[in-house]
């Protein structure tokens, strides 16, 4: 493995051994608990697809005329990714984003939706982010991640926007929401399937080869450029201790 890379793994292990044995997961456990939690982390579910846009624009030709731009491995790792994340299908087998998914999930389980909605009607009407943010009615630690997020894609630095989505936005869900929501759908409670089903069908798409194919993309970003790979791993570890900090936003709520 690239020396680069296996060195911001390393410094990144900490952070990422945070997050996956953070206390929020062990009390989401009621219908409550997810309503809350699906209140702020769709937020998040949505501005992913800014991220994954960002990198589609920068590394495959999304204009006219179209010639072709960069590896072909990371044209297709990326526009695979964005396939699933904009047209993938639900367990009906009809065809859906992930967001849209997400929100039926919380629909489905009762949670408020108004923040959300009001926020994307802000974002369409003109608003920027920022304003857009602060005028909804979320949890500031939301706030900050999705700002994060945004300042990071208008920075303009594709090596920290491919940082952000290769090492704070993929795999830091454990599989013990997964558990939890079984053991519930286990009981009885219907509530939860399309939440379980956007978790287990997050999981299959991921698969095995995204991990591997996002870090060559990010050796292809950076080369040998040693200020790429530094601002890289600033950018990372930014990403996760933005996590964390949502984390404990909703914690502190529950």
């Known amino acids: ?103 039926e999930a919380m629909k489905e389980l009762g949670s408020n939706q108004d923040q959300i909605q009001f926020f994307q009607k802000t974002i369409n009407q003109g608003l920027s982010i920022q304003n857009a943010l602060e005028a909804t009615n979320v949890f500031e630690e939301t706030k900050d991640f999705v700002n994060f997020t945004f300042d990071t894609i208008y920075s303009g630095k594709l090596h920290s926007i491919a940082a952000v989505f290769t090492f704070g936005r993929e795999d830091l869900i454990p599989e013990m929401f997964v558990s939890i929501l079984q053991k519930m759908k286990e009981q009885g409670n219907n509530q939860v399937s399309t939440l379980l089903y956007y978790l287990e069908r997050h999981i299959e798409v991921d698969g095995d080869d995204h991990g591997p194919i996002s870090l060559k993309m990010m050796e292809e970003i950076c080369l040998n450029d040693q200020k790429k790979w530094e601002e890289a791993l600033i950018a990372a570890q930014s990403a996760l201790n933005y996590r964390i900090h949502l984390w404990n936003g909703i914690l502190k709520r529950l």
């Open 1 to 103: 493995m690239n020396q680069q890379i296996s060195f911001l793994q390393k410094e990144l292990e900490p952070l990422r051994a945070q997050l996956i044995t953070h206390p929020l997961y062990a009390n989401v456990r009621t219908i409550s608990d997810f309503q809350i939690f699906t209140e702020q982390h769709v937020f998040a579910v949505w501005d992913f697809m800014s991220l994954l846009k960002e990198l589609q624009r920068k590394l495959t030709c999304t204009s006219i005329p179209w010639s072709p731009v960069g590896s072909p491995v990371t044209r297709r790792f990326i526009n695979e990714i964005v396939l699933g994340e904009e047209s993938d299908i639900d367990q009906n087998g009809n065809i859906t984003s992930h967001f849209e998914l997400y929100l």
